[in-house]
C-alpha cells in the first residue's frame, strides 16, 4: 500500500491558521474517507473530521465546527485540514487515515506518521 504522508504542522500563537496536507505520493486519495485525527500524549486519538472524496460529504468534530474545514483538491492527490482561529486545546499529532471505499472514517484503515500542531503563546 502506498503510505500516507501528512505535513504541514507547525507551531502558532492561539488565533492562528494552518493548512495541514495528506497524500499518497505517487496515487490518489480518489473514492476513499480522508479522516484527520488528533492525539495528545496520555489521551486516545480522536476523530476531527472525515471526508468522502466522492461525494465530499464532511464530519467534523463539535469543537472544530465554524473553524475547520477539509477539502480535497480536484485531481484527489492531496485532502487539506484548513485550521482557522486555534486554540490551546488545538495542540497535537495530526494523523491522516485512510479508508477506501468508505464513507465512514473508521480508524481501521490506513495511517499516516502524523504532524505536529502546537498553539502556544
Known amino acids: 500500500q502506498v503510505p500516507l504522508v501528512e505535513s504541514g504542522g507547525d507551531s502558532v500563537q492561539p488565533g492562528g491558521s494552518l493548512r495541514l496536507s495528506c497524500t499518497r505520493p505517487?496515487?490518489?486519495?480518489?473514492?476513499?474517507?480522508i479522516g484527520w485525527w488528533r492525539q495528545v500524549p496520555g489521551k486516545e486519538r480522536e476523530r476531527v473530521s472525515c471526508?468522502?472524496?466522492?461525494?465530499?460529504?464532511?464530519y467534523f468534530k463539535d469543537s472544530v465546527k465554524g473553524r475547520f474545514t477539509t477539502f480535497t483538491d480536484d485531481d484527489k492527490k492531496t485532502t487539506y485540514l484548513q485550521m482557522e482561529s486555534l486554540k490551546f486545546e488545538d495542540t497535537g499529532t495530526y494523523y491522516c487515515?485512510?479508508?477506501?471505499?468508505?464513507?465512514?472514517?473508521?480508524?481501521?484503515?490506513?495511517w499516516g506518521r502524523g504532524t505536529q500542531v502546537t498553539v502556544s503563546s
Open positions: 487515515s485512510r479508508d477506501p471505499g468508505s464513507d465512514f472514517c473508521s480508524g481501521n484503515g490506513f
Open positions: 505517487g496515487d490518489t486519495l480518489n473514492n476513499a474517507a
Open positions: 471526508i468522502n472524496t466522492s461525494n465530499g460529504r464532511t
